[in-house]
């Protein structure tokens, strides 16, 4: 019959971006006869996963007023594992408007300094308040770049956010949506 031979690369099969190409060689042998095949110039796309490994965040019960990295209210670690086959870009951005329960709203101030019903948030990487960027709601924002990952992937476990609460501010249990991205 016929053989066939398929090639299926990993997920971190490195990308071949520009004039980066693949080239696949193969021999067969059947103990009988000898064979082989080739293919040149294949290209790899860039792949990526993110997996954010943790569920929620709460700050708890915080003041208005609040600012960042005063006291340990204000700084929390979320652990993401990022896979990817090339260079890439660690990016967050959250909802606009977290909604109060019993009730209320609270929006989310892309510049970093919350009025009244609003709060801000800053991401970085290693826990390193001077060099975090303000989370925004309309785009994501690059706090970190990596390289090619493991097939498993580069778990980062100190990715912090940081929340500062404007004054006056409604007490309430407010929940939104931080999301993590993985770009080229």
């Known amino acids: 019959?016929?053989?066939?031979?398929?090639?299926?690369?990993?997920?971190v099969a490195t990308a071949s971006?520009?004039?980066?190409?693949?080239?696949?060689?193969?021999v067969v042998d059947d103990g009988i006869d000898t064979d082989s095949d080739y293919q040149e110039n294949c290209n790899v796309n860039w792949y990526s996963e993110v997996i954010v490994n943790t569920d929620t965040i709460n700050w708890g019960d915080v003041d208005a007023g609040l600012a960042f990295g005063e006291g340990d209210p204000s700084?929390?670690?979320?652990?993401?594992?990022?896979?990817?086959?090339?260079?890439?870009?660690?990016?967050?951005?959250?909802?606009?408007?977290?909604?109060?329960?019993p009730s209320g709203t609270a929006t989310l101030d892309s510049?970093?300094?919350?009025?009244?019903?609003e709060f801000s948030l800053k991401a970085d990487d290693d826990g390193t308040l001077t060099d975090?960027?303000?989370?925004?709601?309309?785009d994501y924002q690059t706090f970190d770049t990596g390289t090619i990952t493991s097939e498993s992937g580069n778990t980062e476990t100190s990715n912090s956010?940081?929340?500062?609460?404007?004054t006056p501010f409604t007490k309430a249990t407010?929940?939104?949506t931080i999301h993590y991205q993985i770009a080229q």
Do not use: M, R
């Open 132 to 138: 975090a960027i303000i989370v925004s709601d309309s």
């Open 1 to 11: 019959g016929d053989f066939k031979f398929n090639f299926k690369p990993g997920k």
């Open 17 to 26: 971006p520009g004039t980066d190409e693949w080239h696949i060689y193969v």
């Open 161 to 166: 956010l940081w929340l500062s609460i404007g």
């Open 75 to 101: 700084e929390e670690t979320v652990s993401v594992t990022y896979i990817c086959n090339g260079n890439y870009n660690e990016q967050v951005q959250a909802s606009a408007t977290w909604s109060g329960s």
């Open 174 to 176: 407010y929940s939104g």
């Open 111 to 117: 510049e970093g300094t919350p009025g009244a019903n």
